[in-house]
């Protein structure tokens, strides 16, 4: 029942991912300064990174997933 009632021990981090430039939110333990959570995760950052570096190596706009032709 103690550890129920005890206070979240928690932090939060706000930072812009450089690659990306999206808004990257840590929840943080304060004792052990483990990240228990980050939205976006590591895996959604990384797929980001490779779809707007497929848009600049096919001399598209960034980040375009398909052309569209008339």
Do not use: C, W, Y
Not at 65 to 70: K, P, V
Request: glycine share 4%; charged share 30%.
């Amino acid at each position: 029942m103690e550890r129920a009632i005890q206070p979240v021990v928690r932090d939060i981090s706000f930072s812009v991912h450089d690659q990306t430039g999206d808004i990257v939110v840590k929840i943080i333990d304060r004792e052990s300064q483990e990240v228990i959570r980050q939205i976006p995760s590591e895996e959604m950052l990384r797929l980001a990174e490779r779809i707007e570096s497929l848009g600049a190596d096919s001399n598209t706009t960034p980040g375009l997933l398909l052309r569209q032709e008339a």
